[in-house]
């Protein structure tokens, strides 16, 4: 079965420097990777995917996400914080569910705070 | 265009009553999906409709909750009876046909159980 782990459960940083976020996941076959974004009371907003090709993704509102295969890596980033940019970030693997399908297995998500 | 619809926003409910929320996925998308998220917790997969078809309702506990998608459009998820432990936000999400479509979520619905 795939699974993410995002091992930080809270990120700070000042706006207006580079922001990490991370992400490391696990899965039988070709990985499909995906960022989404939780602001409070809302739902999921989808940020960017990995499906194959270059390894740096760019995505919405000037996030880009490095894959790297050997390390099962793929960490979300941006290179100027914007204190809006403060909210639960999760990670997510497309995966075979055994049951027919492919599902989506997230990450339990990260909480960035952008600090004025 | 519009986004995923949900409602109610919010329910409260005790223990035991049976509760049911309503989705309109965006026009067009043949895939819709129903989440559990729980408090400090990543979305879970509960059911997982292709058109008016179910494709994977492996994680959907079938002894309190079921789900419909009447006609391939708007879906109703329901829980009866209701357990303290279900208290969690329901997400409805919808994609086009294609396993690397990412899903649109709705803003789903809140459920406190007393």
């Known amino acids: 079965a795939q699974s993410v782990a995002q091992p930080e459960d809270q990120v700070n940083v000042a706006e207006g420097n580079p922001l990490t976020v991370k992400c490391t996941y696990s899965?039988?076959?070709?990985?499909?990777l995906f960022w989404y974004v939780q602001y409070p009371n809302r739902g999921l907003q989808f940020l960017l995917k990995?499906?194959?090709?270059?390894?740096l993704v760019k995505g919405s509102y000037g996030f880009e996400a490095e894959f790297n295969k050997s390390q099962t890596s793929f960490h979300l980033k941006k290179p100027s914080a914007l204190v809006s940019d403060s909210a639960l970030y999760f990670c997510?693997?497309?995966?075979?569910?055994?049951?027919?399908?492919?599902?989506?297995?997230f990450g339990k998500g990260t909480k960035l705070s952008v600090i004025p | 265009e519009a986004g995923v619809a949900q409602s109610p926003r919010y329910k409260i409910i005790e223990k035991r009553q049976s509760v049911a929320f309503w989705c309109n996925p965006i026009s067009g998308h043949a895939t819709l999906y129903w989440y559990q998220q729980i408090l400090g917790q990543g979305p879970k997969l509960l059911i997982q409709?292709?058109?008016?078809?179910?494709?994977?309702d492996s994680q959907l506990p079938k002894d309190r909750f079921s789900a419909e998608r009447l006609k391939g459009v708007d879906s109703t998820l329901k829980i009866q009876p209701a357990k303290l432990e279900d208290s969690a936000v329901y997400l409805c999400?919808?994609?086009?046909?294609?396993?690397?479509?990412?899903?649109?979520f709705g803003d789903g619905t809140r459920l406190s159980i007393l």
């Open positions: 999400a919808s994609s086009p046909q294609g396993y690397n479509q990412p899903q649109h």
């Open positions: 899965v039988s076959g070709n990985p499909y």
């Open positions: 990995y499906i194959t090709g270059d390894n």
């Open positions: 409709f292709q058109n008016n078809g179910v494709v994977d």
């Open positions: 997510a693997v497309r995966g075979y569910s055994g049951a027919g399908s492919y599902q989506l297995t």
